[in-house]
């Protein structure tokens, strides 16, 4: 028997094999979901720490801060230690104001750009839809978080969230998704879990082959 005859009859095998219904949607449950996913704590200051955890483990910074003041505060010191000469942001008015007040030469994304102009930004400064605490994840869209290139081309991205913003699980992210844009979906949603990264190369990790070096998260 050859080798094709083989992945055939292998084929056929697998195919009498009668798949679970999930209720008889075809589908896995959110339940069975959180089954197999790891805890992420039952109280609002255990999925804070957890994000924090996971955030670090990844090679990203998370901050709590506790206001706009110490939040500019920050954002001045990193653009003084990085020597950061042109910023990149969206009209949000909480990453808006925070970019603009670095003074310094300011590319905003809804107006329309040069993808050349946005490559020679030092940091991308965008809001957030979500902080999944699970995978230490943040989740942005195209339509909260100033397009698709302001999160890639800088090589530091700075997110800005709000406390409210943290949910437990990825179900969690879905749901609130769903609940924000209902039908109407933005087109581009993604799941940004620290800095770009590839271990192609002989399995050594090297950060920013795809995207951001590095990853800042304030959170509000």
């Known amino acids: 028997m050859s ?10 095998e697998a195919l009498t094999v009668e ?5 008889g949607t075809g589908l ?3 339940a ?6 790891p805890p992420v704590g039952a109280s ?12 670090s483990d990844l090679k990203a910074t998370f901050k709590l801060v506790k206001d706009a003041g110490e939040l500019t505060a920050e954002l001045r010191a990193l653009r003084d230690t990085e020597k950061w000469q042109r910023v990149a942001t969206h009209k949000s008015p909480l990453a808006q104001t925070h970019a603009i007040g670095l003074g310094l030469p300011t590319l905003v994304t809804d107006d329309g750009y040069d ?10 400064i965008s809001v957030c839809d979500a902080l999944i605490a699970q995978t230490g994840t943040v989740l ?6 100033g397009g698709r290139a302001l999160s890639c081309l800088p090589p530091h991205h700075v997110v800005i969230a709000r406390r409210e913003q943290l949910v437990a699980d990825l179900p969690a992210a879905f749901a609130m998704v769903k609940k924000i844009y209902s039908a109407n979906y933005p087109s581009m949603i993604s799941f940004i879990t620290g800095p770009s990264r590839t271990g192609d190369i002989e399995r050594i990790l090297v950060l920013g082959a795809h995207g951001p070096k590095k990853l800042t998260i304030f959170c509000l």
């Open 3 to 12: 080798e094709r005859e083989n992945i055939f009859n292998r084929i056929r």
């Open 19 to 23: 798949a679970h219904s999930h209720n």
């Open 28 to 30: 896995p449950t959110t």
């Open 32 to 37: 069975e979901h959180r089954g197999v996913m």
């Open 44 to 55: 609002e200051d255990e999925r804070f720490a957890l994000f924090a955890k996971n955030a």
């Open 115 to 124: 993808k050349h102009d946005m490559e020679q930004c030092d940091v991308g």
């Open 140 to 145: 942005v869209t195209s339509r909260n978080s």
